[in-house]
């Protein structure tokens, strides 16, 4: 079974400071992506990496930054956290191959940026 | 117009009854599909993936394909209360970005 875990359930931060997201995988996945998810906006990507220290953005990279050292582990880092970056976090991860795009989720991360 | 579409719901279906979500997208060159379910407060589950055209069984879980037309569908047989959850439908074009519909919500009356 893929297991992705993400390090915290719940985060409550205040505006202004700098937010770490952590994410691990051990399935050996090349491919891993950081999304958030909000009511009626459905799932965006923020960023992604195919291998470790490659990362492209995705559709909504202001705002964030992304590290991953080593392969099994992709952190999201908000640089200064604002309210409007209240949301759900999710990782995921893909494993390598033509053709297998599939996508396996980490627990979420609920962020409340006071 | 959205990439890809799912109506929101809530589709309503009485225990034992055959639930049918569908989703629709524009990119014609879209090459992998896939089902997700999500229970409220949780993330998205994986439960189907498709490739070719047809229908593509797993359990109660059936998945079609019909590319001409760009449309997906997920049928759930025999639907119970523990089905009721947001089915993602989701779709790849073949490189590392998938874009995922908002959702259908599906409600199993007991």
């Known amino acids: 079974d893929v297991k992705v875990t993400q390090s915290s359930r719940y985060l409550v931060k205040r505006t202004g400071e700098k937010v770490f997201l952590e994410c691990v995988q051990d399935?050996?996945?090349?491919?891993m992506f950081w999304y958030r998810q909000d009511p009626g906006l459905g799932l965006r990507l923020i960023y992604f990496s195919y291998d470790v220290k490659m990362k492209e953005k995705g559709d909504i990279p202001e705002g964030y930054s992304v590290s991953r050292e080593k392969k099994e582990r992709f952190s999201l880092i908000l640089e200064s956290a604002s309210t409007n970056q209240t949301s759900m976090y999710l990782c995921a991860s893909s494993p390598p191959g033509t053709g297998r795009y599939e996508q396996y989720f980490g627990p979420g991360t609920r962020l409340t940026v006071t | 117009q959205k990439e890809v579409e799912q109506n929101s719901g809530p589709l309503s279906v009485p225990e034992g009854a055959i639930a049918s979500l569908n989703c629709t997208y524009s990119?014609?060159?879209?090459?992998?599909f896939f089902w997700y379910r999500q229970y409220s407060g949780k993330s998205p589950e994986l439960i189907m993936f498709?490739?070719?055209?047809g229908d593509k069984e797993d359990g109660r879980f059936t998945a079609q394909l019909n590319k001409a037309s760009q449309y997906v569908s997920l049928l759930i047989r025999d639907s119970q209360p523990s089905d009721s959850a947001t089915y993602l439908c989701a779709v790849n074009k073949g490189g590392f970005k998938t874009i995922f519909g908002a959702g259908t919500r599906l409600f199993v009356k007991a």
């Open positions: 399935m050996d996945h090349e491919n």
């Open positions: 498709i490739y070719s055209n």
């Open positions: 990119d014609r060159g879209s090459q992998s």
